[in-house]
């Protein structure tokens, strides 16, 4: 709940200053004792964070709540079978392949986070560059339309450092490595 209100703050361009931390931490854990439920509201008031960001938190509980039943279900499942075997003499430990797998997980793991960085560097703010172009075309069809001239009145580019949230942009992850926090 507390790393909720913090996302809140980023997305909605009212972050939360470092010197504000203490307080949020020590109201936030003792607000849990109420329940999330009532805490989060008060969290997002104390914080000066819009009300409106509660919606976002009802929306997506319903989702982890949904895949923290569906892992709690499997967790209980693989336990039951690993201890029933382990009882019956039927599970050996091959430690030639748990070090392969594990290696080789670690390689996958690696190998995304590189690609993934690497596809984020080369395709840049994609989204932002989608945005221009679209002002860009809608420019050259408006003649006379005053919405589409009003649309487009803030195309502009957004500094590293600017939080895209409050124009409506979302961006790709090389915006947010290169924020300093």
């Known amino acids: 709940m507390l790393v909720f209100v913090l996302f809140a703050g980023w997305a909605s361009g009212s972050q939360i200053p470092l010197s504000d931390y203490p307080q949020f931490v020590l109201s936030g854990l003792m607000s849990l004792f109420g329940g ?5 509201p008060f969290m997002l008031d104390l914080m000066r964070i819009p009300a409106d960001m509660y919606q976002i938190y009802v929306v ?10 569906l892992l709690a279900a499997m967790n209980l499942l693989c336990f039951t079978l690993l201890v029933v075997a382990s009882l019956t003499d039927a599970m050996r430990i ?10 080789s997980t670690t390689v996958i793991l690696v190998g995304s986070l590189l690609a993934a960085r690497w596809y984020f560097e080369t395709l840049g703010d994609f989204c932002q560059q989608t945005y221009r172009l ?24 957004l500094k590293a450092s600017e939080n895209p949230a409050p124009f409506g942009l979302f961006v790709s992850g090389n915006r947010l490595s290169r924020q300093r926090l």
Do not use: E, K, P
Request: hydrophobic fraction near 45%; proline fraction near 0%.
């Open 60 to 69: 997506t509980g319903i989702v982890n709540g949904r895949t923290a039943t």
């Open 94 to 103: 091959h430690w030639r392949r748990v070090v392969l797998v594990l290696a």
């Open 36 to 40: 999330v439920d009532v805490a989060l």
């Open 134 to 157: 679209a002002c860009l075309f809608a420019r050259l069809l408006r003649r006379g339309s005053g919405h589409r001239a009003r649309l487009c009145a803030r195309c502009r580019s």
